[in-house]
């Protein structure tokens, strides 16, 4: 026995590789990994850099990337580890006070801020009330910004001057934007902004005063997940961390839908590609088994014979890997650069982790989906060299799918791809891939009865078929599952967007009214739909706390940074409707039942909040309403649609629960641009009413989705690629028996139409199968994502039965293409060579 020393033998490996660049089966392979590794490189890097462009602009909703929040000042502690910590910093302090003038006084919202507020997105603030706005700047020490509606109701004028407790502060500008406003909807009084210097000199800040601290960070994300990481076991009870996808509801839940959809989309594209890998890597092991029984007889070891074609693989997947994460770089540098105009924001620029994970992706591709058809090349008997009817022993079942499995599992660990959304498109794909191939080779034994019959064109083509049914229905269903791929990428692109866009339609409430006392709830309606708003209904609210369940303390159930052990340390709104609201739907219960002689009156709980408390039907809450105890019980749970910009709540009681207590009223109505004078009349004569202006925050939301909706435009490409590279994969493993079929019809006098024809029946069917089968399982698997992945509602999609005319088009066209060598190479030289 032989034995090369491993440098003789990787010589060996470069010279076999160097003299063999030209065959199809090695071409084919090497563009699917440089497809897979630069599918996954650029859109990792398009997926990061826009998802740090879009949290970016998602950081202005927070005015910072981190905030400290809390209801008294940091500890020394955390005030050393922010000094430590390599980030930019600035603070505020919220609190309400009395604005007093010569005139009159009125109760405000006041922030005092520091210098560098805000670390994110910028202020705005005109001359003069309703005047244009201008972005940027702050208050100076000694001077003020207010909201216009305080400058309606003291009948201020810039340059007059207010008091703010012992502190007299000159107004200098109005206020109308402040980026880490988003959310505060019931704010109920005008808000001024002043400088941190400032605060000690008012005076109103005193022990026992309802204060909000925040300490705002921005900096590099591997420096704030390290400060947030010293700074968790510091937190104090009052205390907790905000961050970019939990500071805003509508902003987090689009950032990880996003985040979803491109790493599933990505997980799609590199999985099209490892299917081509594992098909071009079977024919490689094919063309390769006389080679290897005659290195046998020379006197390799089967160890040696299969480390010199996995060597083979190596090289040639190293420089497929590099030359594909180098494509990634640059298409996306191509990307945004075509893109320059529609992002108006920066793009951070990307790092190496992208094209190192993208290397990485294709080489575990290579190795779980082309090592096992590689084994057999160590297993070829010697004397296959005489015998050719010889095969190596199969490769283990459990190596075969154990390695695709791996593979398979390290992709997805490298995606984070979460649980539900893996079963989901795990046990979708298997069960469609089970009951869709049953189904086709059903159909394919049903075709002998008809082929008697058939024109000779289709008895050729569909007699190739019918010759090897398993694999017919493997090739049908690896087509299948191609369309299924980009069919289900292009479904989701559509309907992903379709939902987030209709989160925010044109006529979205730009504006909502708080405070409306009971008796002006009439006139104010009246007075609404005078200026043409369309508003929603109007809802009591009444701050209330929860208490205890079923008798015992709340604070005793709940779980610590829950939602709700949030809930429970402020008031709720509460508030009771005899109908549901909008944008809410019943997930257990009934709406409103006559209670049982002696029972307590019900309330409706919003799930979430439910699920966080532990409530079960029939529970009975105990609120504490101004000191005042209410007891419902639960009568039904809640989903809520908080995107929807129209009221929400968390609990809603009965009709006739707590009329008697005292109650403002709340609303949101759509106002047109340019009433902005008809909104300080409203303003002047409901002077207890405030009004809140969301409008720039609609603006954001729409800017952050369009960059969502770009996202996935763009990735749909890269998924359509990388299914055309397996279609071609396929049709090239299968060539060399087409190539040798095709020959002899030739050698017997076949026409060259003829051939031509029977290619067209065979592969027009077989696309038209693979559309049918992947129709099926696009909506079985579209079922599945939608429920346990997206939580969205499915319904089924007519246009899904395009797909297999579509397939019968596009495998029949590209079989034609990638199968032209069989009709356009002499008969005699392929014989020769077979």
């Known amino acids: 026995m032989t034995r090369l020393p491993a440098s003789r033998l990787l010589s060996l490996a470069a010279r076999q590789l160097l003299r063999e660049y030209h065959n199809s089966e090695l071409r084919v392979l090497f563009f699917a990994l440089v497809i897979a590794v630069a599918t996954s490189s650029a859109i990792g890097y398009f997926g990061a850099r826009l998802n740090d462009a879009m ?44 604005v007093a003038t010569d005139e009159g006084m009125q109760l405000a919202s006041v922030k005092a801020v520091a210098a560098g507020y805000p670390l994110r997105g910028q202020l705005r603030s005109a001359a003069a009330p309703y005047q244009p706005e201008q972005a940027g700047g702050a208050p100076a020490a000694g001077e003020a910004w207010a909201e216009a509606r305080l400058f309606a109701a003291l009948d201020l004028q810039v340059g007059d001057s207010i008091e703010v407790g012992h502190k007299t502060l000159r107004l200098t500008r109005v206020l109308t934007y402040e980026p880490d406003r988003a959310g505060d909807f019931y704010s109920l009084t005008p808000r001024v902004l002043m400088h941190l210097d400032d605060l000690a000199a008012t005076g109103v800040v005193q022990p026992g005063s309802r204060v909000r601290y925040r300490e705002l960070l921005k900096g590099d994300g591997a420096e704030l997940a390290r400060y947030r990481q010293a700074l968790e076991p510091t937190l104090q009870p009052h205390q907790r961390i905000r961050t970019v996808k939990d500071g805003n509801r509508q902003i987090g839940g689009a950032l990880q839908r996003a985040e979803r959809y491109l790493n599933l989309a990505s997980l799609a594209a590199i999985l099209l590609a490892g299917v081509a890998v594992a098909l071009s890597a079977s024919r490689f092991a094919a063309r390769r088994l006389d080679a290897s029984a005659l290195l046998r007889c020379l006197g390799l070891s089967a160890r040696q014979a299969l480390l010199l074609y996995t060597s083979q693989l190596a090289m040639l997947g190293v420089l497929a890997c590099l030359i594909g994460a180098l494509l990634g770089w640059l298409g996306q540098n191509v990307l945004f650069f075509l893109l320059r105009d529609l992002l108006a924001s920066a793009i951070p620029r990307g790092n190496l982790w992208p094209a190192l994970g993208g ?45 695709a499995i791996l593979a398979f599992g390290l992709i997805m660990w490298r995606l984070s791809l979460d649980l539900g959304m893996t079963l989901a498109l795990l046990g979708g794909g298997l069960l469609a891939s089970l009951s869709l191939g049953a189904l086709l080779l059903f159909g394919l034994s049903s075709l002998r009865r008809l082929l008697a019959h058939a024109a000779l064109p289709w008895r050729l083509g569909l007699g190739q078929l019918l010759r090897h049914p398993l694999a017919a229905a493997g090739q049908s269903l690896a087509f299948g599952m191609i369309l299924l791929a980009m069919a289900l990428v292009a479904l989701l692109r559509g309907e992903l967007l379709d939902t987030w866009q209709q989160q925010l339609p044109e006529n979205a409430p730009n504006h909502f009214a708080l405070n409306i006392l009971p008796d002006e709830r009439q006139a104010f309606q009246q007075r609404l739909a005078a200026l043409g708003a369309r508003a929603a209904p109007l809802y009591p609210v009444i701050p209330g706390r929860l208490t205890a369940i079923n008798g015992e303390a709340v604070r005793e159930l709940v779980s610590k940074d829950s939602e709700g052990e949030r809930a429970i340390r402020r008031d709720l709104s509460l508030t009771w409707s005899e109908r549901l609201p909008d944008g ?27 699920a966080s408390l532990g409530l079960r039907l029939g529970d009975r809450l105990l609120f504490n309403v101004g000191g005042i105890e209410r007891e419902a019980q639960v009568g039904s749970f809640r989903e809520v649609d908080w995107d929807s910009f129209q009221p929400n709540f968390y609990m809603i009681f009965a009709p006739g629960t707590l009329q008697d207590l005292p109650a403002t009223y709340l609303t949101s109505f759509h106002l047109p641009a340019g009433h902005e004078r008809e909104l300080s009349e409203l303003a002047r004569a409901f002077p207890a009413v405030t009004l809140l202006q969301v409008d720039a925050l609609l603006a954001q939301l729409r800017s952050i989705l369009q960059q969502v909706s770009l996202a996935i435009e763009y990735v749909l490409l890269f998924v359509l690629a990388a299914g055309l590279a397996v279609l071609f994969a396929g049709l090239q493993a299968t060539l060399d028996e087409r190539m040798r079929q095709g020959a002899l019809l030739r050698a017997l006098g076949a026409r060259r139409g003829l051939l031509l024809r029977a290619r067209a029946g065979e592969f027009g069917l077989l696309g038209a199968c693979s559309g049918l089968l992947a129709a099926l399982g696009c909506e079985i698997v579209s079922a599945l994502l939608y429920h346990y992945a997206f939580e969205l509602p499915w319904r089924p999609h007519p246009w899904l039965l395009l797909l297999p005319l579509l397939g019968a088009l596009l495998i029949g066209g590209a079989g034609l293409l990638g199968t032209r060598r069989t009709l356009n190479a002499s008969p005699l030289s392929i014989l020769r060579e077979n």
């Open 55 to 98: 949290a970016l602009r998602a950081g202005e909703f927070l005015a910072a990337d981190l905030v400290l929040d809390g209801s008294a000042p940091t500890t020394a502690e955390q005030a050393g580890l922010s000094r430590q910590a390599l980030l930019e910093h600035s603070q505020l302090v919220e609190f309400s006070s009395v």
């Open 359 to 403: 290397i990485a992706t294709g080489l575990v591709a290579l190795a779980g989906f082309a090592l096992p058809p590689l084994a057999a090349l160590g297993r070829v008997p010697p004397l296959r060299v005489l015998r050719r009817d010889l095969l190596p022993t199969a490769t283990a079942t459990w190596l075969v799918y154990g390695a």
């Open 584 to 610: 809410n739907h019943l997930s257990e219960g009934s709406w409103w039942q006559r209670p049982a002689a002696g029972a307590p009156p019900e309330v409706s709980v919003e799930s979430e909040l439910a």
